[in-house]
Structure formats: structure tokens, C-alpha cells
């Protein structure tokens, strides 16, 4: 378990103007849980503000910084992935970014000078959790018309067991967890 430790433009990002006191305070604040992730919609107009937190695990299947080319490989793919890739969309796939942010605190220049390779595998530090955080506003067309929303998300990344999907919109608030390889979600007030 690590606490929060979100950077502090997440906060000033315009989505949460949006998002009022269910931002961080649903089931269980601060959880880093391997397997289990959080995102959170608001949705006004044909526009949609998100912010995506998961465990580094879910997404890179390590948290350790990376050591390994094909680790380093990962680290960058993930994080541009992140960065190009609306991670809501309707149907249509009529959304199209207009801002994201990716921040990771296991990204591929933080081992900058150790070159030396120990010869082998240190494995996992018990305690050196990393989390990667992700925002992004959208414009989606078709969005007016239709509650229906997808993520790829659950099946872009396997580790990812559980997605816990909230989100605010003109008619209310709402959330769904999604398992692993379950894209889909309706927008309905609970
Ligand atoms: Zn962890």
C-alpha cells in the first residue's frame, strides 16, 4: 500500500471542475492492488475529461525501473500508447484527443547511469511500488446521442483483472467495474 502520491496539475487539470468529491474518495483511496485500476469520466457536451491511476504492474508487468532492452521497449510503447490513444470512446470510435498526460514514476530514463549489468535478476523490491497516472480530455462526436461507452483498457493490457469505471455526466454519476477483456459500459445515474 502506498498513499497517493498524485502530481499536483492532475488536480488543476480542468476536468475536475467536473468532478466533484468522488475524485479519490470511492471504495478505497490511496489502494495500490496489483490487477485493479480506477478510471474516472466526466462527460459534458461532445467533450470528455478522464484520469486514469493503475499500478505500473498492470500495464508493464514489473514496477521495478526498467533494466532490460525489452523492458526499456515496454516502458516507452506503454507510455506513448497511453499518451495516443483515447481511453474512452464510443462505439464509433468518434473520439479523438485533444490533450494527455502520462505520468509514470518507473519511466525509461530514470536508470540513467547504471550501465552494468549484474547478470541477473533482482526481481521485484518489496515496497517499490510505482503507479502510473493518465489524463486526457477528448472530443467525440456522437456522443450527445448515445450512452454507450467502450475502454480498451481491459483488453489491451492482461494484468489488468479489474477496472473501476466512474464517471459524471449530465444526468448524474455512476460506476460499473469491468473485468478483464470487458470494453464496454452504459452510462446510467446510480
Ligand atoms: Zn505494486
Redesign the pocket.
Known sequence: MTSEKLPAYIFAAAALTALPAMVYASDNPGA?Q?GHAGLQVAVSGNQIDLIFTS???NLLGF?HKARTEAQKIRVKDTIAWLGDTPLVNTPESGCSLNEADVHSDAGPDDDNGDHHDHGHDHGEQPGS??DIDVTQTLTCSGLEDSDELATPLTTRFPELEELSVEWVWSEGQGSVRLAQGESNFTLTAK
Open positions: 495500490h496489483h499500478p505500473a504492474y514496477e511500488h510505482s
